[in-house]
């Protein structure tokens, strides 16, 4: 994933928790589960 997609995602999934507040714990495990793999992959 390019760097200049997480602002995208970022406020994809921000406007996403406010329509769907359930949704919260499902965004924040998906975003750790993509930084950890950045993470991963870029070093």
Known sequence: ????VMPIVSII???L???YP?????V???YL???G???F???
Do not use: D, E, Q
């Open 41 to 43: 992959m870029g070093s």
């Open 17 to 19: 928790i406010l329509v």
């Open 13 to 15: 999934a921000g406007i």
């Open 28 to 30: 924040v495990a998906i």
């Open 33 to 35: 589960i993509l930084v």
């Open 1 to 4: 994933m390019n760097a200049n």
């Open 37 to 39: 793999l950045m993470g």
């Open 22 to 26: 359930r949704l919260l714990n499902y």
